[in-house]
C-alpha cells in the first residue's frame, strides 16, 4: 500500500511538474537541449583525449564510454527522482510553507521527492542508457556479470538519495544552506574520471568515507574487469553506513524543528 500511495504521489508531482514547464514551451526546449550538450561534453572530451593521445591509462575509449554512461545515468536519475529534495526542503522553509507539509498523511521526505521531481532529468537518464548500453554491446560484456553491475548501480542511486536527504536535513537545521548545493556539483566533477588516477588517500576518501565513487568508477570497473568481483560487498558497506547517518541527521533535524525557520 505504501509503495502505491508513493508512486501515485510521484505521478501527481510529475504531471504538476509537465503542466508548468509546457506552459513556457521555448523554455523546455532550451533547457532539454542545454542538458543533451552539457551530457555529451563528457564523452567528446574522452574522444578528443584518446584521439589525440594515449587515453587514459587503463581505460579504453569504448570503456570510458561505459563509465560515462554510468555518471550520466546516476546523476540524471538524481536529477529527476531524488536531487528535488535538498531544494524543495530548503525553499518550503524559506517560505514557512514546511509545516503544511508536515500535517499531509506521507511520510515527509517522500512528500517533498515528490514536489522535487523535474522531467528535465530523463534526457540524461536516457544519454546514459544509450551509452551503457552501446558500450556493453561493444565490449561483449553480456552475462552474469551484469548482475553485480546492476547492483552497484542501485548503491549508487542509494548513496545520491543519501546525499540529498542529508542536505535536506542541514537545511531544516541550519535554514540558509544553499551554498551546500553545490556540494553535489564539486562531487560530480571528483568523480567524472576514473578514480585510479587519483592518489590513494583521495581514492580511499571517495570510496570509504565520502563514497561518491559508486557513483561512477566501482559500476564501470567491475564490469570491465578492472576491479576484482569481490570488492562489491567492500564497497557497499560505506554506503548503507552514508545512508544510515543521513536518515540519523534527518531525525535529529526533525526533532529540532520548530517552525518557520528551523
Not at 87 to 109: C, H, R, S, T
Amino acid at each position: 500500500m505504501k509503495i502505491t500511495k508513493a508512486l501515485d504521489l510521484w505521478r501527481k508531482g510529475w504531471s504538476l511538474n509537465v503542466a508548468s514547464e509546457m506552459a513556457y514551451r521555448a523554455s523546455f526546449f532550451l533547457i532539454v537541449f542545454s542538458l543533451i550538450v552539457s551530457d555529451l561534453i563528457g564523452p567528446l572530451v574522452g574522444f578528443f583525449i584518446y584521439s589525440s593521445s594515449n587515453g587514459i591509462p587503463g581505460w579504453t575509449f569504448i570503456e570510458f564510454l561505459l563509465f560515462e554512461g554510468v555518471i550520466i545515468f546516476v546523476f540524471g536519475f538524481w536529477h529527476t527522482f531524488i536531487g528535488g529534495l535538498s531544494w524543495v526542503a530548503q525553499d518550503l522553509i524559506n517560505e514557512g510553507e514546511f509545516d503544511f507539509i508536515m500535517l499531509k498523511p506521507f511520510y515527509i521526505l517522500m512528500n517533498i521527492a515528490a514536489l522535487g521531481t523535474d522531467f528535465h532529468g530523463l534526457t540524461e537518464v536516457i544519454i546514459g542508457l544509450v551509452l551503457m548500453v552501446f558500450a556493453i554491446v561493444q565490449l561483449n560484456l553480456f552475462g552474469v556479470m551484469l548482475i553485480p553491475f546492476i547492483i552497484l548501480i542501485i548503491l549508487a542511486l542509494i548513496f545520491m538519495l543519501s546525499m540529498s536527504i542529508l542536505l535536506a536535513a542541514l537545511a531544516v537545521i541550519f535554514v540558509k544552506v544553499g551554498a551546500l548545493q553545490g556540494i553535489i556539483w564539486t562531487m560530480s566533477d571528483m568523480v567524472a574520471y576514473p578514480l585510479t588516477i587519483y592518489t590513494p588517500g583521495v581514492r580511499f576518501f571517495l570510496t570509504f568515507i565520502l563514497p561518491a565513487g559508486i557513483a561512477s568508477y566501482w559500476p564501470a570497473a567491475i564490469l570491465v574487469g578492472k576491479e576484482p568481483l569481490s570488492t562489491v560487498w567492500l564497497v557497499s558497506i560505506p554506503v548503507f553506513a552514508f545512508l544510515a547517518f543521513s536518515l540519523i541527521a534527518w531525525e535529529l533535524a526533525m526533532r529540532r524543528y520548530q517552525s518557520a525557520g528551523g
